[in-house]
T-cell receptor, first 115, second 113 residues
Framework: GNSVTQMEGPVTLSEEAFLTINCTYTATGYPSLFWYVQYPGEGLQLLLK?????DKGSNKGFEATYRKETTSFHLEKGSVQVSDSAVYFCALSPPLSGSARQLTFGSGTQLTVLP | SAVISQKPSRDICQRGTSLTIQCQVD?????MFWYRQQPGQSLTLIAT?????????ESGFVIDKFPISRPNLTFSTLTVSNMSPEDSSIYLC??????????FGQGTRLTVV
């Protein structure tokens, strides 16, 4: 079956530091890959996605590249801000689908950015 | 897009009691989904709720423990029955729009004592 393995947290960084949150997956074929973010007291929001190999998803300064050869989708940001403090979830779904019914999530990584 | 409102946002309940969680969406949707997030773990799909039919439960989840209602295209409830401390989790409601993107409520943080 499908699975997602995410870097364990919590992660604490200073403002303007470089962020990497590792995510690797196990799936058949070419799944769609997602990063969701959950700010305190809010629901999960889609941060970015990639639907095929070598695609790069980007949003709000965050980037992740779909690497088929390493089955990875690591999240990066060059300079984090205090407002980026949240829980980040890596997820996958079967090809061409972002359907909630078929999402497989990682365990989530808590990020805290200090001023 | 879709805006989802969940109630309550959190609750502390006695073991053996039941809690009903409500999920309201600002638009009509075909399918609604209920997830559980146990402490330190990933989200797990409990069931899929279609309007006018019984919910479809994932392996490990049963209707007697997690009855679901879906009276119309904008509303659903999940009940956690006969609660034990192991039911302490965050419960999330979700909908899909256009078959390509999932939207989530803010979650209900349940603590069973």
């Amino acid at each position: 079956g499908n699975s997602v393995t995410q870097m364990e947290g919590p992660v604490t960084l200073s403002e303007e530091a470089f962020l990497t949150i590792n995510c690797t997956y196990t799936a058949t074929g070419y799944p769609s890959l997602f990063w969701y973010v959950q700010y305190p007291g809010e629901g999960l929001q889609l941060l970015l996605k990639a639907t095929k190999a070598d695609d790069k998803g980007s949003n709000k300064g965050f980037e992740a590249t779909y690497r088929k050869e390493t089955t990875s989708f690591h999240l990066e940001k060059g300079s984090v801000q205090v407002s980026d403090s949240a829980v980040y979830f890596c997820a996958l779904s079967p090809p061409l689908s972002g359907s909630a019914r078929q999402l497989t999530f990682g365990s989530g990584t808590q990020l805290t950015v200090l001023p | 897009s879709a805006v989802i409102s969940q109630k309550p946002s959190r609750d502390i309940c006695q073991r053996g009691t039941s809690l009903t969680i409500q999920c309201q969406v600002d638009s009509q949707v075909t399918m609604m989904f209920w997830y559980r997030q146990q402490p330190g773990q990933s989200l797990t799909l409990i069931a899929t709720a279609n309007q006018g039919s019984e919910a479809t439960y994932e392996s490990g989840f049963v209707i007697d423990k997690f009855p679901i209602s879906r009276p119309n295209l904008t509303f659903s409830t999940l009940t956690v029955s006969n609660m034990s401390p192991e039911d302490s989790s965050i419960y999330l409601c979700s909908v899909e729009v256009g078959g390509t993107e999932a939207f989530f409520g803010q979650g209900t943080r349940l603590t069973v004592v």
